[in-house]
């Protein structure tokens, strides 16, 4: 059965840095696009970065782009999320989500989900 189980999540100050994982099982990794989304109290579920099969080709949303690094390593079936100069309007529970095209920013084509891992930046 495929899973995906984030870790890294947690309380960090405006400015600080975060590295979120997600390590994956039950699916051929190679094979699948990964994203990760977020969805912050009240609000709905948001893109925030995607990365192809091989790593070659990445996107972001507007509101983290130059401040998050998606990545990936293959032979460890594991996407990162490298994620700098915090603010707090970036707390929320963060999940990633597996792929079989490159839909990027569309969730609705993401087949499998993690349970997410809580981010939350003070000011």
């Known amino acids: 059965q495929v899973q995906l189980v984030e870790s890294g999540g947690g309380l960090v100050q405006a400015g600080g840095s975060l590295r979120l994982s997600c390590a994956a099982s039950?699916?051929?990794?190679?094979?699948?696009?990964m994203g990760w989304f977020r969805q912050a109290p009240g609000k709905g579920r948001e893109f925030v970065a995607a990365?192809?099969?091989?790593?070659?080709?990445?996107s972001y949303a507007d509101s983290v782009k130059g401040r998050f690094t998606i990545s990936r390593d293959n032979t460890e079936n594991t996407v990162y999320l490298q994620m700098n100069s915090l603010k707090p309007e970036d707390t929320a529970v963060y999940y990633c989500?597996?792929?079989?095209?490159?839909?990027?920013?569309?969730?609705?084509?993401?087949?499998?989900w993690g349970q997410g891992t809580q981010v939350t930046v003070s000011s």
């Open positions: 989500a597996a792929d079989m095209g490159y839909s990027g920013r569309d969730s609705r084509q993401y087949v499998y």
């Open positions: 039950g699916l051929t990794f190679s094979n699948y696009a």
């Open positions: 990365i192809s099969w091989g790593g070659g080709r990445t």
